[in-house]
């Protein structure tokens, strides 16, 4: 069975930092793409940074360059958020797909969302 299990968020003030992660398990994360989105209230959910694992490739939207950072280890993926902001604040959300894409219908896995809130 597929699970992804994301942990790490939390309360933090502007200009923070935390570190989320994505344990996996009933497959192998090398043959995956891992996908970070956020979704805020009242927002559609969105995708913050993306890490294929197949060809190396990593995708960051434009709100979150140079301040955020995806990694993987093993079978557990991380998203470093530094410098956050309050306009990060949302409930972050893990997922794995065969590639990376924009549109979360796409990805297939997902693990549980772990809240993040910045403070101003």
């Known amino acids: 069975e597929v699970q992804l299990q994301a942990s790490g968020g939390g309360l933090v003030q502007a200009g923070g930092s935390l570190r989320l992660s994505c344990a996996a398990s009933?497959?192998?994360?090398?043959?995956?793409?891992i996908g970070w989105f956020r979704q805020a209230p009242g927002k559609e959910r969105e995708l913050v940074s993306c890490?294929?694992?197949?060809?190396?490739s990593i995708y960051y939207a434009d709100s979150v360059k140079g301040r955020f950072l995806i990694s993987s280890s093993g079978n557990t993926g991380y998203l470093q958020m530094n410098s956050l902001k309050p306009e990060d604040t949302a409930v972050y959300y893990c997922?794995?797909?065969?590639?990376?894409?924009?549109?979360?219908?796409?990805?297939?896995?997902w693990g549980q969302g772990t809240q993040v809130t910045v403070s101003s």
């Open positions: 009933g497959f192998t994360f090398d043959d995956y793409a």
């Open positions: 890490f294929n694992r197949r060809d190396g």
């Open positions: 997922a794995a797909e065969s590639y990376c894409s924009p549109y979360w219908t796409d990805f297939g896995s």
